[in-house]
């Protein structure tokens, strides 16, 4: 049987900077690492159906995980989008409100500062429509080091990197069952060829499930996990609408963070090609469907118009939707990443991701380098 040093289940973002990380440290230099992905390609779901924006680190309870990894993470993809010439633009975002909301951006300023993020500026009018003309808000709190990335490119230098030090790709291939073997685990997987699917078994002495949405599920599927200990995992997808034209924006511009913390607001953002699209909205959803309702236009109109008065609804057209693996159910308080290793868990070997939602792109390499520290 097929022994490798450790198991990644997961190719999206966040397997993929486990992997580079683990790869690029000491002791797991040359070990045999292999990355088991079950679609045909890396970063196919959460990964690349987001917003791609690199945050700051504003809206985290300060020394919650996403606080602090969305923080480290940050100045780490930086540091690597410059260092791997990764298309990426720190464009800095606007955090928009009329005058009855400045008692909440004041809130989320000093929360911004709790949580290291000290380069927020305050724009009143006329500096703000200056800034931006086709804004409708009297306030803003500006984040300079806000950006965007071309995620795809991201994860693809990730991939290049693992592999240059030795990790190996398995795409096509998913993890079934997970027994345990007296050292580590024997992992058994599916690998779809053509029409058929082959079984194939390895083993592994380290296993880190960073399956996204399907965390839940795999954790169900490995020995030895305390059921009553694994979370669940509650879809709440976004959609976003591109649109048409040129961008009325040359910032991203998000209005008030919703009062139901389930999102950040549909925001306006800017891709690398500087196409303008709005979204996320946030809909609990019970089975994972991309479909965008182009019906829903009308509603994302009408949440736009409150900054962007100028919005023509006819511009708006279906793009894409992502959908977020939350940990809090529709109503419940918001709730951290959960990084588990074999101390919480007690499972030796082990180490499961739950709940990796926004931050997660922008913190990836941070998970990674903690991740990384665990199992070393
Ligand atoms: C609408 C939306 C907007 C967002 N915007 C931002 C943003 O602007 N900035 C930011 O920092 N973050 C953002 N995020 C969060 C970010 O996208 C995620 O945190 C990140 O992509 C999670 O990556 P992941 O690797 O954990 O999950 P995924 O990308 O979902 O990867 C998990 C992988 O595991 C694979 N898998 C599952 N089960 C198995 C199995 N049994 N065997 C083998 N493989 C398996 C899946 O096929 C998948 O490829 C957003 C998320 C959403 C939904």
Known sequence: MDKFAVCIAGAGVVGLAIAYKLASSRQFQGKDIVVVEREASFGQHTSSRNSEVIHAGIYYPTGSLKARLCVRGKALLYDHCLRHSIAHRQLGKFIVAAAAGVPALESLASLAFANGVTDLVWFDDPQLHEQEPALKASHALFSPSTGIIDSHEYMQSLLHLAQNRGV??????????????????VVDTSIASGTRCVRYQFGCDFLVNCAGLDATALAGKIDGVDRSTIPQTH????????????????????????????????????????????????????????????????????AIAAYFPAIEVTKLQPAYSGIRPKLAALGEP?????????????????????????????ASLAIGELVAGDIV
Not at 272 to 278: E, S, V, Y
């Open 235 to 302: 879809f709440c997808k976004g959609d976003y609408f591109s649109y048409q034209g040129a961008s009325p924006f040359k910032h991203l511009i998000y209005p008030l963070p919703e009062a139901n913390t389930q999102g950040l607001g549909i925001h306006a953002t800017l891709d690398m090609a500087g196409q303008l699209r709005f979204g996320p909205d946030t809909e609990y959803i019970e089975k994972r469907n991309y479909h965008v309702d182009a019906s829903k236009s009308a509603g994302f109109a009408a």
């Open 334 to 362: 918001v709730a951290d990443f959960i990084i588990e290793g074999s101390a919480e868990n007690g499972v030796p070997g082990l180490v499961q991701l739950f709940g990796m939602e926004s931050p997660g792109l922008t």
């Open 168 to 185: 190996q790709f398995a795409p096509y291939t998913e993890i079934t069952a997970v027994n345990r073997a007296s050292v580590g685990f």
